[in-house]
Antibody, heavy 117, light 110 residues
């Protein structure tokens, strides 16, 4: 069974940092592009970042560029999102997903990040 | 303001056929494939259509997708109460080197 399990969310003060993890199982993680997508409370889905199968290519939404870093460890089948300089606008449920706009799209259950003083 | 435009709401009665539209441009829908995601209340999104009109295994054939030019549509036939959810379209955006989503459509089964 395919599973993506996010962790690392929580309450953080403005300007703080957080690292999210996404543990994958049930499929060959190293064969899939991986993405982070977020959903602010009561709002729609917003793409955040993506990373190629071997980690050699990454891209980011303008709203997080320079503050967030996506990475992966294929040996551990785990995806990461390092988030620095957090603001209230970053408050959202963060989902990891595979192959977002092609076949083999799987999503995790999400982890909530709340930025507040 | 989302790059892809969807109606905020749609509705139908059980057994009816409903369609949800998604409008984009030549740099997203016009040159890349479209996916549709279903988000049931309180749960994570799940893909119901990818590559414009392909259904993942396990998705009922009541769900279908079409695309023409810079617009796409999701159709749900034989509407059931369990189809009540938010639906999002998505496509690759060439100029952004990323994925863009529609704002979402809340489907109500009356």
């Amino acid at each position: 069974e395919v599973q993506l399990v996010e962790s690392g969310g929580g309450l953080v003060q403005p300007g703080g940092s957080l690292r999210l993890s996404c543990a994958a199982s049930g499929f060959t993680f190293s064969n899939y592009w991986m993405h982070w997508v977020r959903q602010p409370p009561g709002k729609g889905l917003v793409w955040v970042s993506r990373i190629k199968t071997d980690g050699s290519i990454t891209s980011y939404a303008d709203s997080v560029k320079g503050r967030f870093t996506i990475s992966r460890d294929n040996a551990k089948s785990t995806l990461y999102l390092q988030m620095n300089g957090l603001t209230a606008e970053d408050t959202a449920v963060y989902y990891c997903a595979s192959n977002l706009v092609s076949s083999g799209s799987f999503w995790g259950q999400g982890t909530l990040v709340t930025v507040s003083s | 303001q989302s790059v892809l435009t969807q109606p905020p709401s749609a509705s139908g009665t059980p057994g009816q056929r409903v369609t949800i539209s998604c409008s984009g441009s030549t740099t997203n829908i016009g040159s890349n494939t479209v996916s549709w995601f279903q988000q049931l209340p309180g749960t994570a999104p799940k893909v119901v259509i990818f590559s414009d009109n392909q259904r993942p295994s396990g998705v009922p054939d009541r769900f279908s997708g079409t695309k023409s030019g810079t617009s796409a549509s999701l159709a749900i036939s034989g509407l059931q109460s369990e189809d009540e959810a938010d639906y999002y379209c998505a496509a690759w955006q060439d100029s952004m080197n990323g994925v863009v989503f529609g704002g979402g459509t809340k489907l109500t089964v009356l």
